[in-house]
């Protein structure tokens, strides 16, 4: 549960992050929330999808590192019962 709150938090930050930046790095007069809102609705599909990419991708990388690491401080491989137990199966 706890990755799933972590990978859903890093959707948003992505999100927020992928429509402010642009409008900070602008030279524009005008209000930085309605430049916000421009930003927002020109690349509505492109902001959506790429912070759910973020996401998922967050999420597979804090379900998968128990699995990495021991394999990586080990040096050697799991067995198939520890990888399934891990995995919560």
């Known amino acids: 549960m706890d990755n799933l709150v972590i990978a859903l ?8 992050l992928s429509v402010t930046m642009p409008c900070l790095l602008k ?12 930003v927002f609705e020109n690349n509505k599909h492109l902001v ?25 401080s080990t ?3 799991m067995s198939k019962e520890m990888m399934l137990k891990l995995l919560g199966k």
């Not at 524009?28 to 809102?37: F, M, R």
């Not at 973020?54 to 690491?69: E, G, K, M």
């Open 75 to 77: 040096g050697e491989r």
């Open 9 to 16: 938090l890093c959707g948003v930050v992505s999100m927020i």
């Open 48 to 72: 959506i999808v790429s912070s759910l990419i973020v996401a998922i991708t967050a999420y597979l990388a804090l379900s998968l590192y128990p699995l990495v690491s021991d394999d990586i």
């Open 27 to 38: 030279k524009v007069n005008t209000p930085l929330l309605d430049n916000v809102k421009v």
